[in-house]
């Protein structure tokens, strides 16, 4: 058991340049979500869905893109990089709605935009 | 929409000493609080909660107090030691149900 994978742990980007960062949970989760974390800001929200099929935006949405085709996969994308996108970004999981169910995180994915 | 202020941004204690983080948070339709510990290279993880029913909740050696009227929490944590050395973060449900973090507490903990 896994728990939430996220791939790449590291990438360098040129300014420009696109990649999708990829996310699995093995739990079975229905809720998946995706933050970025940075220096004295905490962990903001991106991108979330609820479900296979479904996303909606977050708290800091702009220059991201986000699928859920299967289930245990929620990928997050870049199409155009730039160096304010800077950051560690973190998939977490959750198996319900409810909202004391704790969310499950992966180590995260440390990106640099030159 | 949900606003949560953390202090301090850093917090050197010695190994046996206790240590506070203190949360204050904006939405006071805000029902559930929990807390996250970072170490270094991985993920948040959950290490204690509280519901807006509840003043207070033990386990172990930590230990967390919520005051809805003035909408503050607090995370505490008795006889530290080096191995609690991580950030840690707090976090309230926003409105929408999506957690709102704080901005972090570095914790360090010296033998």
């Known amino acids: 058991n896994a728990g939430v994978t996220q791939t790449p742990k590291f990438r360098v980007l040129k300014t420009g340049q696109s990649m999708t960062l990829l996310c699995a949970q093995d739990?079975?989760?229905?809720?998946m979500y995706w933050y970025r974390q940075d220096p004295g800001m905490g962990l903001r929200l991106i991108h979330y869905?609820?479900?296979?099929?479904?996303?909606a935006k977050g708290e800091v949405p702009d220059g991201y893109n986000v699928s859920r085709l299967k289930k245990q996969n929620f990928l997050l994308g870049l199409e155009s990089a730039a160096p304010s996108q800077t950051s560690v970004y973190f998939c977490a999981s959750r198996s319900t709605s409810n909202y004391n169910s704790p969310l499950h995180f992966g180590n995260g994915t440390r990106l640099t935009v030159t | 929409g949900e606003n949560v202020e953390q202090h301090p941004s850093t917090l050197s204690v010695q190994e046996g000493d206790s240590a506070v983080i203190k949360c204050t948070y904006s939405d006071s339709a805000s029902n559930y609080f929990p807390w996250y510990k970072q170490e270094l290279g991985k993920g948040p993880q959950l290490i204690i909660d509280i519901r807006s029913n509840v003043g207070e909740k033990k386990d172990q050696r930590i230990a967390v107090t919520l005051n809805k009227t003035a909408k503050h929490f607090s995370l505490h944590i008795t006889e530290t030691q080096p191995e609690d050395s991580a950030v840690y973060f707090c976090a309230a449900t926003s409105s929408f149900q999506k957690l709102v973090f704080g901005t972090g507490t570095r914790l360090l903990v010296s033998p």
């Open positions: 869905s609820v479900g296979e099929g479904t996303t």
């Open positions: 739990m079975n989760h229905e809720y």
